[in-house]
């Protein structure tokens, strides 16, 4: 079946230091792999996404890696800041991404210590 | 308003009784889906729609729920004799098909409580 597992589960950083948060999928035709980021009591928000025809992709301190041999992507965010504590959820769409609907991993409580 | 919207943010009902949720898309998205998360999950994936059709249900979506978007605009989410089972997050999100994959926006969610 459809499956994202996302580890690990907590995670606390001190400031300016680096954070990896890391996701596999079940689905091999999966080709969309989004990252939300969701602050207490608000929705969640893209922060970055990758298609399978990507390998890495950046935006500023963030990147998302994506190994589709072994089903695999991570977040990677460089100096962090007491502002990225959230929880942090990566999500698959299976079975081609025809339908936009999105599978999610079980979240990451990210904590960056000022 | 460019966000989705979702109505009430907060219900509290007795066990047995019915809610209606409502969600207004961003306008121009053909796409709506609709989640729940419970506290310390992800989003868990119950149904979607494409304009007024409904194309996909998840296993998880009981008989006791049903979802309905009469003119490709809004969508409303009905859970009929509520379970204590039922409290959770109940969000919506949107997004565009002929934009391919791109981002699904999400609401603020309805938070139910079921006493």
């Known amino acids: 079946g459809e499956n994202v597992e996302q580890h690990p589960s907590t995670l606390s950083v001190q400031e300016g230091d680096s954070a990896v948060i890391k996701c596999t999928y079940s689905?091999?035709?999966?080709?969309?792999f989004p990252w939300y980021k969701q602050e207490l009591g608000k929705r969640p928000q893209l922060i970055i996404d990758?298609?399978?025809?990507?390998g890495e992709k950046k935006d500023q301190r963030i990147a998302v890696t994506l190994n589709k041999t072994a089903k695999h992507f991570s977040l990677h965010i460089t100096e962090t800041q007491p502002e990225d504590s959230a929880v942090y959820f990566c999500?698959?769409?299976?079975?081609?991404?025809?339908?936009?609907?999105?599978?999610f991993g079980q979240g990451t409580t990210l904590q960056v210590k000022p | 308003d460019t966000g989705v919207s979702q109505d009430p943010r907060h219900k509290i009902t007795k066990r047995g009784q019915n809610v209606t949720f409502r969600c207004d898309p961003i306008s121009e998205h053909n796409r709506l889906y609709w989640y729940r998360q419970t506290l310390g999950q992800g989003p868990e994936f119950l149904t979607y729609?494409?304009?007024?059709?409904?194309?996909?249900k998840s296993r998880l979506l009981s008989d006791r729920f049903s979802a309905e978007r009469p003119k490709g605009s809004f969508s409303t989410l009905e859970i009929q004799r509520t379970e204590q089972g039922d409290s959770a997050m109940y969000l919506c999100?949107?997004?565009?098909?002929?934009?391919?994959?791109?981002?699904?926006?999400f609401g603020q969610g309805t938070r139910l409580t079921v006493v």
């Open positions: 999100a949107s997004s565009h098909r002929d934009r391919g994959n791109t981002e699904a926006f």
């Open positions: 729609f494409q304009n007024e059709a409904q194309l996909e």
């Open positions: 990758i298609r399978s025809n990507v």
């Open positions: 999500a698959a769409s299976p079975s081609g991404g025809n339908t936009g609907k999105l599978i």
């Open positions: 689905d091999s035709a999966s080709n969309y």
